[in-house]
């Protein structure tokens, strides 16, 4: 199992899965939109994305976007997309993606990776704490939609 930081190159493979996370996420599917997107955030440096692969085949993707800091004055990470193809998983994949995405922030000179998940993601709040994310309970989180 290999991971990477994905490139341009990668946009068609990338998309499948993406497409696939965005339907896990009760979103249609639209592969063309996907690609789409992808393509303007990787073109534009507006996220980061690592893939796992094993040979050939796609197995994972994690997508990062650059956030910043102010009363640290930093650059920090926000781990927007975690997926493994549902044919892998079970397999660590999650993990190696976490790990490459801890190391892209070490790197970067980043003085933190952050995520949210919901309460009923049962495997992520599984998983999350054992690669060593912590749990803010001292914070309320709000957000604004436009409808």
């Known amino acids: 199992m290999e991971v990477r930081r994905a490139t341009l190159t990668d946009i068609d493979s990338l998309a499948g899965l993406f ?3 965005r339907v ?3 979103k249609s599917s639209d592969l063309a939109a996907a690609k789409k997107f992808l393509h303007d955030r990787l073109s534009a440096n507006e996220s980061v994305v690592f893939v796992a692969t094993d040979g ?3 197995t994972g993707f994690t997508q990062l976007y650059p956030l910043f800091s102010s009363t640290r004055m930093k650059r920090l990470w926000l781990l927007n997309d975690l997926f493994v193809d549902s044919r892998f998983r079970g397999k660590g994949i999650s993990f190696l993606l976490i790990e490459r995405a801890k190391q892209h922030c070490r790197e970067t000179g980043a003085c933190a990776l952050t ?3 919901a309460k009923s993601n049962l495997i992520g709040n599984s998983l999350y704490p054992r690669t060593d994310f912590v749990l803010d309970e001292e914070h309320n989180y709000y957000s ?3 409808s």
């Open 144 to 146: 604004w939609s436009v």
């Open 19 to 21: 497409d696939q996370y």
């Open 115 to 117: 995520l949210e998940t």
């Open 56 to 58: 050939n085949v796609m």
């Open 24 to 26: 896990f996420y009760k």
